[in-house]
């Protein structure tokens, strides 16, 4: 059984910088391409982030995170890592990590990834 276990949300003021890290384990990490999405109040989840499988050499990022949020994994220790730079109050949210053990490269869609992460949550202050 695949688990996705994400960490390192918290609180954080406006310009911060946190680092969310997501565990995987009960599967090959390295087959899957992993997605980061999040989810604010009352809006739908969306995507953030995404990361091909291992020796693909693709990321992909959404316009509004670009070049302040970097996607990267470490396929020694089954762990995909979202860098969040100049956070902003509109950040807030919970991020959530996702796999798609499919070979497929479409990374903002949800329904492409198999397995999820239950969630961590971040919050920006202004």
């Known amino acids: 059984q695949v688990q996705l276990v994400e960490s390192g949300g918290g609180l954080v003021q406006a310009g911060g910088s946190l680092r969310l890290s997501c565990a995987v384990s009960?599967?090959?990490?390295?087959?899957?391409?992993m997605g980061w999405f999040r989810q604010a109040p009352g809006k739908e989840r969306e995507f953030v982030a995404a990361i091909k499988w291992s020796g693909g050499g693709s990321t992909y990022y959404a316009d509004s995170v670009k070049g302040r949020f970097t996607i990267s994994r470490d396929d020694a220790k089954n762990t995909v890592y979202l860098q969040m730079n100049s956070l902003k109050p509109e950040d807030t949210a919970v991020y959530y990590c996702?796999?798609?053990?499919?070979?497929?490269?479409?990374?903002?869609?949800?329904?492409?990834?198999?397995?999820w992460g239950q969630g961590t949550q971040v919050t920006v202050s202004s």
């Open positions: 996702a796999a798609n053990d499919r070979r497929q490269w479409v990374p903002i869609t949800s329904r492409h990834y198999d397995y």
């Open positions: 009960g599967g090959t990490f390295s087959r899957y391409s």
